[in-house]
């Protein structure tokens, strides 16, 4: 694999991408860009000549930082089973970490999940990271996101200012989507990206 | 909170100064003074969006924020698009007269 150029303002998101946790998506995806960090996950390039596999190493060999989400353990009716790709991309992040290059190794990860501890449960050989629980409340998660990149890049604004700016972002986002021709309903990674960028040059 | 960020538009007066969400509002003759007016506003943290004539942003700084990254995705008309739409939103509100 080439050589990954690491951008110390580039931050991998491992998150689950169904509707149910969209509203912690979002408010994760917004707190990044706020702080003046890039959010990069494996839904922002539809190449079809890149496996998602080659896509993901790829992005993670380039993000200094990472959040990854292992909240999402429920089971899939149809199949009974749960998805691993979150424990996977963390895997493969702590294994970049922990085996890369000396830049590599500076990466930095915050893993959330729904409660306090649950993950002793499910994911026990992560003990001893950095873990926080966001309680599935998309402000609580702002303020997670905030508090672990302020231990990492300071002065960053309050958790409570971003909150605020995001509830202001939440009330303008159908008109947005509306006069921009885009289904609120059916945002991209990258329409999402674009117009929480735009909104926040001109209106935080 | 109110937003910090201060708009220079150009009007048929001359520049008018508006802060975001708010009713105050000032008109320069030059947009160099609408500018320094703006900045001297805040203390240390905020921004200054200015625009052109259609409304477009012509410049956008920002003082003691971070400073925002252009997403990697995203294609460019759709960029332009929302664009629009958010300079039209931005611009309805910070024009407003009742507001």
């Known amino acids: 694999m080439a050589k990954a150029y690491v951008r110390s303002k580039d931050i991998f998101l491992n998150c689950p991408f169904d509707a149910t946790y969209k509203p912690i998506f979002n408010a994760v995806l917004f707190t990044i860009a706020t702080l003046g960090f890039r959010a990069r996950c494996a839904l922002e390039i539809d190449d079809g000549g890149d496996t998602r596999l080659d896509k993901i190493t790829r992005i993670i060999g380039e993000c200094k930082y990472g959040i990854h989400d292992i909240s999402a353990t429920e089971l899939n009716p149809a199949i009974n089973l749960p998805r691993f790709n979150m424990p996977l991309e963390l895997g493969l992040f702590l294994g970049c970490k922990r085996y890369g290059s000396p830049t590599q190794r500076k990466k930095s990860v915050l893993i959330l999940d729904r409660e306090p501890y649950r993950y002793r449960d499910f994911l026990s050989d992560i003990a001893g990271q950095d873990i926080h629980a966001h309680g599935a409340d998309p402000n609580h998660a702002i303020t997670e996101v905030r508090n672990w990149l302020a231990s990492k890049v300071r002065p960053l604004p309050g958790g409570a200012v971003i909150q605020e700016h995001y509830a202001r972002f939440s009330a303008a986002l159908p008109t947005m989507c509306a006069d921009s021709g885009l289904d609120p309903t059916a945002l991209t990674f990258g329409d999402m990206s674009l117009l929480i960028s735009k909104w926040l040059i001109s209106a935080r | ?99």
């Open chain 2, 1 to 99: 909170m109110a937003s910090k960020t201060y708009h220079v538009i150009p009007t048929s007066k001359g520049w008018l100064l508006r802060k975001a969400g708010t009713t105050d509002k000032r008109v320069f003759t030059t947009q160099r003074e609408a500018v320094a007016s703006a900045r001297r506003h805040f203390n240390s943290t905020g921004q200054i969006v200015v625009h052109d004539a259609q409304g477009k942003i012509r410049r956008a700084v920002s003082y003691g924020l971070p400073k925002i990254q252009p997403p990697r995705a995203g294609n460019h008309a759709k960029a332009m698009r929302i664009e629009k739409a958010i300079t039209s939103m931005i611009l309805g509100d910070v024009l407003s007269p009742a507001n």
